[in-house]
């Protein structure tokens, strides 16, 4: 099956520098991957996320970038404001199939 | 709850007993899932239900069950047998398999 993995596991910014997280991924059939931010005690929240006949894809403050050759993906925040502290979660999954989500990543953004 | 909605909130349970945790959606998505996720840990696949009356184990379904006989709801019974089940349970449906994952609130479980 699917096996996600993502670094840094941790990641401390100072307020307007830019955060880059890492996943790679296991299975070359996997063609959807996206990003979650879940605060405290609450749900996951899809922020952003990508399919696999895209490379790269931005909204606003935040990109992913996929390497399908390479099985990676990364998330990037630029210009990190206190609000973005969170632990952020890769995933990826296939047609059919279901998702299979990295150990997340807690990102502390210091004013 | 974005269409999905999981109860209780909070859920106590003694040694040795059974507890169902309820999961419903109004969206109507075919597939839904059962993620647990320890503290400082990301989630982890209990089990998935791609179509009414079908499901299937995912990484740590020992110690748990499940029932799919309707489309809106995919209830998680944590058994007896689950030996460690402290831990934040969350329910996620998506219109086919593995894509566009819509997540309840969560319900987290305490032994006491």
């Known amino acids: 099956g699917e096996n996600v993995e993502q670094h840094p596991s941790t990641l401390s910014v100072q307020e307007g520098d830019s955060a880059v997280i890492k996943c790679t991924y296991s299975d070359s059939a996997s063609n959807y991957f996206p990003w979650y931010k879940q605060e405290l005690g609450k749900r996951p929240q899809l922020i952003i996320d990508?399919?696999?006949?895209?490379g790269e894809k931005k909204d606003q403050r935040i990109a992913v970038t996929l390497n399908k050759t390479a099985k990676h993906f990364s998330l990037h925040i630029t210009e990190t404001q206190p609000e973005d502290s969170a632990v952020y979660f890769c995933a990826a999954s296939k047609r059919g199939g279901d998702m299979r989500f990295g150990a997340g990543t807690r990102l502390t953004v210091k004013p | 709850d974005g269409g999905i909605t999981q109860s209780p909130k909070y859920l106590f349970r003694k040694e040795g007993q059974n507890v169902t945790l309820s999961c419903e959606q109004n969206?109507?998505?075919?597939?839904m899932y059962w993620y647990r996720q320890d503290p400082g840990q990301g989630l982890r696949l209990i089990y998935y239900s791609q179509i009414v009356n079908d499901f299937q184990k995912g990484d740590i379904a020992e110690g748990y069950s499940v029932s799919r006989e309707k489309k809106e709801s995919f209830p998680l019974t944590v058994t007896s047998a689950q030996k460690n089940p402290t831990a934040f349970y969350l329910c996620?449906?998506?219109?086919?398999?593995?894509?566009?994952?819509?997540f309840g609130s969560g319900t987290r479980l305490t032994v006491v």
């Open positions: 969206l109507n998505h075919d597939a």
């Open positions: 990508i399919r696999s006949n895209v």
């Open positions: 996620a449906s998506s219109i086919t398999g593995g894509v566009g994952y819509t």
